[in-house]
């Protein structure tokens, strides 16, 4: 070979092994900040602390993962310093709030973020909402609370998930379900019910019932009612589904489905926009890897934390689809979970 094209050789072999090595070499001695716009002890604190635990481990290179809470506004703190004050090289993820996926959609106040530009990574968890009664209030099934008239459920706030569930159900099936607000926490508005002030409890996630409120369901003294998802969770198999049973119009379903988007996604990580590709996808084949390890797994069981992932590449696709939402359908769903 001439001397000029063996030199040629190596100098392209040299510069393909440097564009490709930072991608692979990257994490080595780097510490990855993982944040969650909640303080801790609830559910997102202990999804983000058991991803902290494992996830480095299927990170080439083995970073350091460091969890950091952020609380404020609803989860809306961290999204907002994700989107626009984070690096941008793949050193900072965060555990997002679900619900965070449509607050601009519906020109929530305080969202200065776009979903569509986030580096969706994976979501630990999909989800399906319920709506729980008590025996007492003669409320088993879904007929029952046709029948019934108004009843009471509790929720913190005018766009908390208990109250959109609600407000939901009222709007497609016309049940009556009143909405008592002011309540401090989801716990506090179980006890409420338990005592005979409220009727039910709405928004409840399954992986929540199964794992802090499963005690009555168990007893017989409540009965979960409704299922509100996209998927029937086979936990409560006899709960009427909102779409396999009660089979709304076309345009009700998608309706239905950009409110409860968020169950889709329960548990979404992701990092902000401008990462490079080849670190986003280093990140998704890490979490994807992670979310089938037996240690990880077998924590998360002993945690009562629920495992179902959804791909980043699905998510991505899922929050193109919410955005493609004709305009008379958005002005419904700001109707229900921008009041």
């Not at 303080?39 to 635990?53: E, I, K, P, S």
């Not at 080439?60 to 993962?65: D, L, S």
């Not at 506004?73 to 941008?88: C, E, H, I, Q, S």
Request: hydrophobic share 40%.
């Amino acid at each position: 070979m001439p001397r000029w094209k063996l030199l040629a050789l190596v100098c392209f072999m040299a510069t393909f092994g440097c564009a490709h090595a930072p991608a692979q070499d990257f994490y080595q001695g780097k510490t990855i900040t993982i944040t969650t716009g909640f303080g801790t002890g609830g559910g997102f604190d202990n999804y983000m602390r058991l991803v902290a635990q494992f996830l480095g481990n299927h990170i080439p290179g083995h970073p350091i993962i460091k969890p950091v809470n952020r609380p404020g506004a609803g989860g809306r703190t961290d999204a907002n310093l994700v989107y626009a004050a984070d690096p941008k090289d793949g050193t900072f993820i965060s555990l997002l709030a679900p619900w965070m996926v449509t607050d601009p959609l519906i020109e929530a106040q305080g969202a200065n973020f776009d979903p569509t530009k986030f580096n969706w990574l994976v979501s630990a968890a999909q989800d399906v909402s319920t709506c729980m009664f008590w025996k007492r209030t003669g409320i088993s099934t879904w007929a029952d609370l046709m029948k019934k008239g108004e009843v009471t459920v509790g929720s913190t706030g005018p766009s908390a998930v208990p109250t959109t569930d609600a407000l939901l159900l009222n709007e497609v099936f016309g049940t009556k379900i009143r909405v008592v607000q002011g309540y401090k926490s989801t716990n506090e508005v179980f006890l409420a019910a338990e005592r005979g002030e409220l009727d039910g409890s709405c928004g409840m996630w399954v992986s929540s019932v199964t794992s802090s409120f499963i005690g009555p369901i168990s007893s017989g003294q409540a009965s979960v009612v409704v299922q509100l998802g996209t998927w029937r969770h086979p936990t409560f198999p006899n709960a009427t589904h909102i779409l396999e049973d009660l089979k709304p119009s076309a345009e009700d379903t998608r309706f239905i489905k950009v409110v409860l988007a968020q169950l889709d996604m329960a548990r979404p990580f992701i990092a902000p926009p401008g990462v490079p590709a080849d670190r986003v996808a280093i990140l998704r084949k890490a979490f994807e890897s992670m979310l089938q390890d037996p240690a990880f797994l077998a924590v998360a069981k002993q945690r009562n934390l629920e495992v179902k992932p959804v791909s980043g590449e699905r998510i991505q696709q899922m929050i193109a689809d919410i955005y493609a939402t004709p305009k008379p359908i958005v002005e419904r769903v700001k109707k229900i979970i921008g009041n």
